[in-house]
Antibody, heavy 119, light 110 residues
Framework: QVQLVESGGGVVQPGRSLRLSCAAS????????MHWVRQAPGKGLEWVAV????????YYIDSVRGRFTISRDNSKNTLYLQMNSLTAEDTAVYYC????????????WGQGTLVTVSS | QSALTQPRSVSGSPGQSVTISCTGT?????????VSWYQQHPGRAPKLMVY???ERPSGVPDRFSGSKSGNTASLTISGLQAEDEADYYC??????????FGGGTKLTVL
């Protein structure tokens, strides 16, 4: 069965960096685009970024463009999110999700990893 | 990048039907037939309930149905059950290769 397992979350000071990982299994990872979606405490879902199945294209929400980088290693079935210059507004649970039909919808989600930006 | 507009809460009694609206613009909901809906129980990951406006993934009960008219999409849940109580989010593909979510609607089963 499809499994997505995020890791790498934690408490980090403002201005510092953090890298999240999402280990995929149960499907042919290299055939699917992948997304990061976040949810601030008590708030709604917010799409963050997408990467094409082969890594050829990447798109970001305006608030993270230039600070966050989405990447993938298809040989390791792993998705990444490098987050730099973190601010309190980046505090959220970060989910990875599998793309279907080029951003049309997300059919599988991980359980999420919590990132807390605080001094 | 404004979120799609959803009512903050809706409620209904077991067996009744409820409809959750999701209003966007011609740059997202109105411009594409790529609206999806997600159910989220507290502390859990979102679950896909409807995609491409009105399609249901396998395993989702046919009590859940989606539709769209102009810039507004809707999710209707008929024959409400206690386990339907959750937060529901609409989502749409948008211009310039973006994805936008609604603010979420809390469904209470009375």
């Amino acid at each position: 069965q499809v499994q997505l397992v995020e890791s790498g979350g934690g408490v980090v000071q403002p201005g510092r960096s953090l890298r999240l990982s999402c280990a995929a299994s149960g499907f042919t990872f290299r055939n699917f685009g992948m997304h990061w979606v976040r949810q601030a405490p008590g708030k709604g879902l917010e799409w963050v970024a997408v990467i094409w199945y082969d890594g050829s294209n990447k798109y970001y929400i305006d608030s993270v463009r230039g600070r966050f980088t989405i990447s993938r290693d298809n040989s390791k079935n792993t998705l990444y999110l490098q987050m730099n210059s973190l601010t309190a507004e980046d505090t959220a649970v970060y989910y990875c999700a599998r793309d279907r039909s080029a951003l049309h919808y997300f059919d599988y989600w991980g359980q999420g990893t919590l990132v807390t930006v605080s001094s | 990048q404004s979120a799609l507009t959803q009512p903050r809460s809706v409620s209904g009694s077991p067996g009744q039907s409820v409809t959750i609206s999701c209003t966007g613009t011609s740059s997202d909901v109105g411009g594409y037939d790529y609206v999806s809906w997600y159910q989220q129980h507290p502390g859990r990951a979102p679950k896909l309930m409807v995609y491409d406006v009105s399609e249901r993934p396998s395993g989702v009960p046919d009590r859940f149905s989606g539709s769209k008219s102009g810039n507004t999409a809707s999710l209707t849940i008929s024959g409400l059950q206690a386990e339907d109580e959750a937060d529901y989010y609409c989502c749409s593909y948008a211009d310039n290769t973006r994805v936008v979510f609604g603010g979420g609607t809390k469904l209470t089963v009375l």
